[in-house]
C-alpha cells in the first residue's frame, strides 16, 4: 500500500544537513578516512607554506589552509548532505506499507588490491562483505529490492514480516524511475538500509498518524 505524504512533511523525514548517523556512515571505513587525512595533512601544509610567504594573497592561504585540516569533519558533513538534497529534489512521496516477500544473501566486492605469492606472481586480493537482500511487496505486488551489509541482528527479519519505508519519484503513479530509502520493521523494531536517509522517530511517529 502507498500512502501519499505533502512535500511540507519532507523537511521532517530527511534533513537537509546531515545528522550524526549519516556522518558516521559518510565517514567510512578506515581505508576511506585515511584518504581523508592523507588530503587534509597535504592541502593544509602545502597551503600553510604558502600563507608564510607574505604576500598580497596569504589571507586567503591561510583560510584555505584552515579549510583543509578541517576536511576530515566537513567533509563527511557536505558529502551526507549532498546525498539528503538529492532525495528531497524528487516531487512526489508516499510511505510504503507492505511485507518482506523474500530474503537472501550476496557478496560484494567492497575493495581490492594486487598482492605477490610465494611464486612472485601478482594476484588480486578481493575484500568482500555479505550484504541481505529484501524483496518487497505489497497487495498490489512485487515492488522492490533493498539490500544491506549484513549484521547479526538481521537474523530477526522473517518472509512475510511488515515493512515500512519512503518511496520517492518523479511520475505521481510511482510506477517507474522510483527510490527506496532505509525501512523499517515494526514487529520487531528494527531498522534496515544502507544509508540512513531517515529521523527515524519523525518517521515513526507518521506511520503511526497514516497507519493506526
Not at 585540516?69 to 548532505?81: A, D, K, Q, T, V
Not at 541481505?132 to 538481521?154: A, Q, T, W
Request: charged share 25%; with cysteine.
Amino acid at each position: 500500500m502507498l500512502i501519499p505524504i505533502n512535500s511540507g512533511q519532507i523537511s521532517k523525514l530527511i534533513p537537509a544537513v546531515g545528522t550524526g548517523s549519516q556522518f558516521k556512515y559518510a565517514l567510512g571505513n578506515p581505508r576511506k578516512i585515511l584518504q581523508r587525512v592523507i588530503v587534509s595533512s597535504i592541502g593544509g601544509f602545502i597551503s600553510l607554506i604558502i600563507s608564510s610567504t607574505g604576500d598580497q594573497t596569504n589571507n586567503f592561504w591561510l583560510f584555505l589552509c584552515v579549510g583543509f585540516f578541517l576536511y576530515i569533519i566537513w567533509g563527511p558533513i557536505l558529502e551526507s548532505s549532498r546525498k539528503n538534497l538529492q532525495l528531497r529534489k524528487y516531487k512526489f512521496y508516499s510511505i510504503f506499507d507492505g511485507f518482506v516477500s523474500d530474503i537472501y544473501k550476496t557478496e560484494k566486492i567492497e575493495s581490492s588490491r594486487e598482492q605477490s605469492n610465494r611464486q612472485g606472481r601478482l594476484e588480486v586480493i578481493e575484500n568482500k562483505r555479505t550484504w541481505l537482500v529484501l524483496e518487497l511487496e505489497d497487495e498490489d505486488g512485487y515492488l522492490e529490492k533493498l539490500s544491506f551489509p549484513m549484521e547479526n541482528k538481521h537474523s530477526q527479519i522473517r518472509v512475510g514480516s511488515s515493512i515500512r519505508c519512503l518511496i520517492t519519484s518523479d511520475n505521481r503513479n510511482f510506477d517507474k524511475d522510483f527510490y527506496l530509502t532505509d525501512a523499517w520493521l515494526p514487529e520487531i523494531n528494527l531498522w534496515v538500509g544502507e544509508y540512513p536517509y531517515l529521523l527515524r522517530p519523525a518517521f515513526e511517529e507518521i506511520c503511526y498518524i497514516y497507519l493506526n
